[in-house]
């Protein structure tokens, strides 16, 4: 049975287009309006006949499956086996001595006398018959008559009526038992309408098998279909899910709907199936076609979570099936997909909103998005080497070179991100997630480090970096830092051993995942202040990292906050601060786990320290694959 708000959703196409576009019938939240159309009380008329004909057939199958022999009959066999009855007496004297106490002698013999003239009446009948069946069927009816069981049974009957329709009363005998037989009666009748309503009827309709389903539009639960015009066909495309469709299983892809509450929809354009459907409501009949393609066997499918990586806005979606199905979402939105049948729009939900989200949404498929991204960067490409040219023409050769190795690094799209599956991860007692700080310049985020080590230096801490200098006389190997030979060290970075690393004054220096690792071992909470280029390799390592954006505010706020610390920016460094930070968010953002904006330094670090404790009692989404 489909308890539905007909929250279902239309698809307009032209027979010839390839592609399509779908409307919403009836969004959530709208009010309904009941609307009987004229025409309404005449189709389902001719529904109920289709019904009753079916009826009437499975009647006679039932028939013709059973021997009319009375011996066969399961009633007849209970009462012979009841030795309180004992119709198992052949002598007529053995049923009288059974029934004396509920029928008198002349109450037997009324009931055989009517036995005598239906009898006769048949013989009757029987010679008023012309074709041989049904000769044949009174004849087989009058040898059942005369049997002696089925008189000695048919006697019984009717003392036991007799009896019960003197002690039994026609109505309930007091208040409480009327409350009581009116609860049974509703229940009684509620169960009987789940029945039919759930029923899945199969009748002829010109000429054609289909079938009837019945579907309650309710106000708070949606039906979750889509449909398309399939040259005169309206014809179902999309079963929703979370839509009463969907749990009823009524509904398929593929079936063609005839008629709704009797009203035929072949020739009507979605538009006003649209109009026709919002004006409905209460129980619904649908007249279906049933679709011709193969159902594969129904399978339980897991949910999948993943994180976006890039911002998506249905309005701005020509490509998109259904406007109003669309989900928007930001890059780092966490999206639980629980529908990839069709691989370029899976259905979804934002985390957070089941509740509020009644039906699931569309977003694209990953290999429909990947290859959308591919075409738009090679446009971009394009673009940017035309405008390359006209540039090198004005510049020399050595900077033409270096232009061209710097656009060639910017061109790497194998590995195109639009998303990352995840999974829920809550970190042991005895192994933080170190804590690397995101930031521009300026940001404040080296500050908040240092404030973390200086009140909580037992709980929090440093990697020792790998350096290719000479110690000093104060300095102790592994402590300050790692002292190694620069061919070590390049062995280590080619091997992929550092995070970080950097050549300052002819020397390198590097923060090596080792390193992350010892702290983390300690029980310590590790704290990193990266470069975004350093995001990948981190993430690439089984630390299981919680990355902070650490962003500046407005360019006053951040100037005021520069000047209290004793610094007097200038005006385009300031705007260096912030265009560095909407760089780093728009190129990095779906890296981050958190976001501060350092408004105020203070707050800055409560929220800091509110973050890193969560960590300790609710769980995270991090990449599946760290948990590989």
């Known amino acids: 049975m489909i308890m539905s708000h ?16 779908e409307r919403a019938v009836d969004c959530p939240g709208e009010e309904l309006c009941l609307v009987k159309s004229p025409h309404c009380s005449a189709h389902m008329e001719r529904i109920q006949h289709y019904q009753e004909e079916l009826k009437k057939k499975r009647e006679e199958d039932s028939r013709g499956k059973h021997d009319i022999d009375p011996n066969a009959s399961l009633r007849l066999k209970k009462l012979s086996q009841n030795p309180k009855v004992g119709i ?86 007091t208040a409480q038992a009327k409350d009581l037989c009116q609860e049974a009666l509703m229940q009684a009748h509620d169960s009987v309408a789940g029945q039919e309503m759930s029923e899945e009827d199969v009748v002829e309709y010109h000429g054609e098998t289909v079938k009837l389903v019945r579907l309650e539009k309710a106000r708070d639960t949606p039906l979750g279909a889509t449909v398309r015009n399939d040259m005169d066909s309206v014809v179902v495309s999309r079963v929703v899910k979370g839509g009463a469709a969907e749990r009823s299983g009524l509904l398929s892809e593929g079936d063609e709907i005839l008629e709704i509450n009797g009203i035929s929809l072949r020739g009507k354009h979605v538009n006003e199936v649209h109009d026709l459907l919002q004006q409905m409501q209460g ?16 399978h339980r499918q897991t949910v999948m979570h993943v994180r976006a990586y890039f911002d998506y806005d249905p309005s701005d979606d020509p490509f998109l099936p259904c406007r109003e199905l669309g989900l928007s979402f930001q890059k780092g939105d966490i ?22 989200q009644p039906l699931a949404g569309l977003i694209p498929g990953k290999s429909f998005q990947q290859q959308r991204e591919t075409l738009k960067r090679t446009m971009t490409d394009r673009s940017r080497e035309h405008q390359g040219k006209l540039w090198y023409a004005k510049k020399n050769i050595k900077k033409r070179k270096k232009s061209t190795s710097t656009l060639s690094r910017n061109t790497d799209y194998d590995d195109i991100l639009t998303y990352e599956e995840m999974s829920l991860y809550h970190q042991p007692a005895n192994r933080k997630r170190p804590i690397a700080l995101i930031g521009p310049t300026k940001s404040g985020h080296d500050e908040l480090r240092r404030r973390l080590l200086s009140i909580e230096p037992e709980k929090f801490a440093v990697a020792v970096p790998h350096t290719t200098r ?17 061919p070590a060290f390049d062995t280590d970075l080619a091997a992929g051993k ?43 390592s089984n630390l299981k990292p919680y990355v902070i954006f650490i962003a500046p505010p407005s360019q006053e706020r951040l100037r005021t906050l520069l000047a209290t610390g004793g610094t007097t920016p200038k005006p385009e460094e300031l705007k260096e601060v912030i265009e560095k930070a909407r760089e780093m968010e728009q190129n990095f953002g779906h890296f981050f786990d958190a976001t501060i904006v350092n408004m105020d330094p203070d707050q800055a670090f409560h929220e800091l320290r509110r973050l890193i404790d969560k960590l300790d009692t609710e769980p995270q989404w991090v990449p599946t694959s760290w948990l590989c």
Not at 335 to 356: F, M, T
């Open 6 to 21: 007909m929250n279902g959703y239309v698809q307009e196409a032209s027979g010839q287009a390839k592609s399509h576009r």
């Open 88 to 173: 198992d007496n052949p002598t007529f004297e053995g049923k009288e001595k059974a029934t004396k106490d509920s029928c008198s002698q002349e109450a037997v013999v009324g009931k055989l006398k009517e036995l005598v003239d239906l009898l006769q009446a048949l013989k009757w009948a029987q010679h008023c018959l012309t074709d041989a069946q049904s000769q044949q069927d009174a004849e087989l009816i009058m040898q059942l008559l005369a049997k002696e069981d089925f008189k000695n049974a048919y006697t019984i009957y009717s003392a036991v009526s007799q009896q019960m329709t003197r002690v039994s009363p026609n109505s309930p005998l």
């Open 283 to 298: 129980t619904l009949t649908f007249l279906l076609i049933p679709s011709s393609q193969i159902k594969p066997a129904p």
């Open 335 to 356: 999206l639980h997909v629980i529908s990839q049948d069709d691989p370029s729009w899976w259905q979804a939900y934002r985390d957070g909103d089941e509740d509020n």
């Open 470 to 486: 000479n110690s000093r006389i104060h300095e102790r190997n592994g402590r300050e830092y790692h002292f190694v030979s620069r």
């Open 498 to 540: 550092f995070i970080e690393s950097g050549e300052y004054e002819k020397n390198l220096y590097g923060t090596s995942t080792d390193s992350v690792r010892h702290i983390i071992n300690s029980g310590r909470i590790c704290l990193l202040c990266l470069h975004t280029r350093s995001l990948q390799i981190l993430r690439s």
